[in-house]
């Protein structure tokens, strides 16, 4: 009998995520296949939804939509950033995503939105947020939950 998948499932899967257009933003098809716990945070909720109840073998090609997949942009997660805090060699372009120090030494992604005078206004919401997503998957292997 073929374990499915449930909270707390070790998965191990190819994934692929694209937006509406068939613009793909990341996929592991041509690299090491993912392993992940089913509910440790790292696919989104809809994403994670679309694998339980599956089985090794299967294949999974779902919408997510905001809500189930990144959120919406939050307009208080946009600041101005003096255009004099980026470096000389890098000009900041409307639309272009940057990684920018957080806390404890993590990249936080931003992307430029505008600008104006000497500030460059950077929203921090993850660049997906807002966006309708197609998410595919191959499953390769379903393992029980570690005790």
Do not use: C, W
């Not at 190819?14 to 041509?30: A, H, I, K, P, Q």
């Not at 090491?32 to 299967?58: H, Y």
């Not at 003096?82 to 120090?101: C, V, Y």
């Amino acid at each position: 009998m073929k374990l499915k998948i449930d909270y707390d499932s070790i998965v191990t899967l190819n994934y692929r995520l694209s937006l509406e257009d068939g613009t793909e933003v990341e996929s592991s098809f041509d690299e090491t296949p993912l392993e992940i716990i089913i509910g440790d945070g790292t696919l989104t909720d809809g994403m994670e939804q679309a694998l339980i109840g599956k089985n090794e073998g299967d294949t999974v090609s779902v919408s997510i939509n905001p809500e189930q997949g990144f959120g919406f942009p939050d307009e208080d997660n946009q600041h101005a950033i003096p255009l004099d805090d980026f470096p000389s060699d890098l000009k900041p372009e409307s639309g272009q995503i940057i990684a920018f120090d957080g806390p404890n030494n993590e990249e936080i992604p931003g992307t430029i939105l505008e600008i104006k005078d000497k500030e460059v206004i950077v929203d921090f919401s993850h660049p997906l947020a807002g966006h309708n997503l197609i998410f595919n998957a191959d499953i390769i292997k379903v393992q029980p939950p570690q005790e």
